[in-house]
């Protein structure tokens, strides 16, 4: 069974709706690739296409991946999995980040004859140093769950961090626990505490999935609140607020 139709779908359409509002913010003439995310939006998917190829044929990453979604869902034109590959592949080997997340979870799929787990890390190491907190995420919990790759705590940390620095609440929270438990780290209470202090009190909007993490985080917070004493849960409280100041850099 393949789930290549239903990779980068949200991230494309994310991609089409900020190029429409760059242009909209913009007096200069809009180049092919944004006038094909223009005719994607109103329904023209033949003429996207016919816009797009000419730029993803010289070259340009982001017409390419275009192509590659468009071909790999079949929305609008025939499915051709063959063709969507090929754009896929060739936007990821000129190291476009949400071409080498897609590429990297088809090869990271054991259902799929595109598996290959070694692949896969090597291109979300390549998509989380260029400081893609998505990459870095994933990475952190392959090596945490170690299903694809072989465990390594140290790793794990090493990724959740970056991602945590990125202000990414989700990595936040996995530090928290990383240092709760003893993870790859020494553990220490008072570092957990800190990453869920900041975890908890992260802005989530309407992200339901963010406000549970960050609820989640509230309730960790005071369990540990009650592992330490008054002067622990102040020196807390004081990494807590100089992690903040610093921009979440060099927080541990």
Same mark, same amino acid.
């Given at each position: 069974?393949?789930?290549?139709?239903?990779?980068?779908?949200?991230?494309?359409?994310?991609?089409?709706?900020?190029?429409?509002?760059?242009?909209?913010?913009?007096?200069?003439?809009?180049?092919?690739?944004?006038?094909?995310?223009?005719?994607?939006?109103?329904?023209?998917?033949?003429?996207?296409?016919?816009?797009?190829?000419?730029? $993803?044929?010289?070259?340009?990453?982001?017409?390419? =991946?275009?192509?590659?979604? %468009?071909?790999?869902?079949?929305?609008?034109?025939?499915?051709?999995?063959?063709?969507?590959?090929?754009?896929?592949?060739?936007?990821?080997?000129?190291?476009? +980040? +949400? *071409?080498?997340?897609?590429?990297?979870? @088809?090869?990271?799929?054991?259902?799929?004859?595109? =598996?290959? +787990?070694?692949?896969?890390?090597? @291109?979300?190491?390549?998509?989380?140093?260029?400081?893609? %907190?998505?990459?870095?995420?994933?990475?952190?919990?392959?090596?945490?769950?170690?299903?694809?790759?072989?465990?390594?705590?140290?790793?794990?940390?090493?990724?959740?961090?970056?991602?945590?620095?990125?202000?990414?609440?989700?990595?936040?929270?996995?530090?928290?626990?990383?240092?709760?438990? &003893? =993870?790859?780290?020494?553990? !220490?209470?008072?570092?957990?505490?800190? #990453?869920? !202090?900041?975890?908890?009190? *992260?802005? /989530?909007?309407?992200? /339901?999935?963010?406000?549970?993490?960050?609820?989640? $985080?509230?309730? *960790?917070?005071?369990?540990?609140?009650?592992?330490? &004493? +008054? !002067?622990?849960?102040?020196? *807390?409280?004081?990494? $807590?607020?100089?992690? #903040?100041?610093?921009?979440?850099?060099?927080?541990?």
């Amino acid at each position: 069974m393949s789930r290549v139709g239903s990779f980068g779908r949200s991230v494309f359409i994310g991609l089409i709706i900020f190029g429409l509002l760059a242009l909209a913010t913009k007096s200069a003439k809009a180049g092919p690739v944004e006038e094909g995310d223009r005719a994607y939006l109103q329904g023209r998917i033949e003429a996207a296409i016919q816009l797009w190829t000419p730029p $993803a044929t010289q070259g340009s990453a982001e017409a390419q =991946y275009r192509l590659s979604q %468009v071909y790999l869902s079949g929305n609008g034109v025939a499915r051709h999995l063959e063709l969507g590959l090929k754009w896929l592949s060739l936007a990821a080997e000129r190291h476009y +980040p +949400p *071409a080498l997340i897609d590429l990297a979870d @088809l090869k990271l799929d054991p259902r799929n004859v595109m =598996y290959q +787990p070694d692949e896969a890390v090597a @291109l979300l190491r390549d998509a989380a140093g260029q400081g893609i %907190v998505q990459a870095q995420r994933q990475l952190g919990q392959l090596y945490r769950e170690g299903k694809a790759v072989s465990q390594d705590f140290t790793e794990s940390l090493h990724f959740y961090r970056m991602g945590a620095q990125r202000g990414d609440l989700e990595s936040q929270y996995v530090l928290g626990e990383l240092y709760r438990y &003893g =993870y790859g780290v020494e553990q !220490s209470n008072i570092k957990a505490l800190m #990453w869920m !202090s900041l975890a908890a009190s *992260a802005i /989530t909007g309407n992200n /339901t999935h963010l406000k549970k993490i960050a609820h989640d $985080a509230a309730i *960790a917070r005071s369990q540990l609140s009650r592992l330490v &004493g +008054p !002067s622990e849960r102040a020196e *807390a409280d004081d990494l $807590a607020s100089r992690c #903040w100041q610093n921009k979440l850099v060099a927080c541990d």
